[in-house]
């Protein structure tokens, strides 16, 4: 993590859930697009401080905040310390989330699994967008400002056996349209990326039954997508090159969402 806090003119992004997978593809590629990013972790460890490493190399400087996004009291202070680091945050991703706990019959959900998954995957991202929006909203900046929500295909595509995650991506997915709706005439752009089946350390334990899938066609494009995908989609939409597309969703799924007959 750099100590360097002077305040450049680059914008500044807020990444949850980036020290690795598509999280860490994000932060690079906004570095490398010309943002200073900050981004949330469960541990600052050796992994997150060579990421924030990464970015220098790319012009950019890196921050690394371990906290916990379930945690609403940890939401104030995560902002303080990204605000004293690099000022105003220009771009929040949320990317941040986590799967069911146990994948199983629907009718066998324990409460404690779809609190867990709500509480982080919705609630805890539904606050802490509310925050940094009226962070956004107070402090001027010339840069432009979004609200990025990578969710999922699962916003609509139905997985029985991982209800309470397929519920927080729709939340999430409605949640998209109200920030978008609210901060519309503020001139903040809030848009939803929905990955379909990415390769990433998560899906590394179901690659050859997904390589086998794609092969049977459940991909139109019969092919993973890869974290650059995802990253390259939400650095446009950051740089403003979409503004006023807002509350626009992007599926970034090689045609797997397409209903087909």
Not at 223 to 244: M, N, P
Request: proline share 3%.
């Amino acid at each position: 993590m750099t100590n360097n806090n002077k305040i450049t003119k680059r914008p500044v992004a807020l990444v949850t859930g980036g020290r690795r997978g598509i999280g860490a593809a994000i932060v690079l590629r906004l570095a490398r697009d010309g943002f200073d990013v900050a981004f949330t972790c469960r541990n600052e460890d050796e992994v997150a401080q060579q990421l924030c490493a990464e970015i220098e190399t790319l012009g950019g400087r890196g921050l690394a905040v371990a906290s916990e996004l379930q945690s609403l009291e940890a939401h104030a202070e995560l902002i303080e310390r990204v605000q004293a680091w690099g000022g105003v945050v220009d771009c929040l991703v949320n990317n941040a989330g986590i799967g069911s706990p146990v994948r199983g019959d629907l009718l066998d959900m324990k409460p404690a699994a779809f609190d867990q998954v709500l509480d982080t995957n919705l609630r805890g991202t539904f606050f802490l967008t509310q925050q940094v929006a009226k962070q956004m909203i107070q402090a001027s900046s010339e840069q432009p400002r979004s609200i990025i929500n990578v969710s999922s295909v699962s916003v609509e595509m139905a997985s029985p056996e991982r209800g309470e995650y397929c519920m927080s991506k729709a939340g999430l997915g409605m949640a998209t349209k109200l920030f978008a709706l609210r901060l519309a005439p503020e001139n903040i752009g809030v848009f939803e990326v929905r990955p379909g089946v990415i390769r990433t350390d998560m899906t590394a334990g179901v690659a050859d039954k997904y390589e086998q899938r794609f092969k049977d066609g459940l991909v139109p494009m019969g092919r993973w997508g890869e974290t650059s995908d995802i990253a390259s989609i939400v650095s446009a939409l950051a740089c403003g090159q979409f503004g006023f597309a807002t509350g626009s969703v992007i599926h970034a799924d090689g045609g797997l969402a397409i209903p087909r007959l």
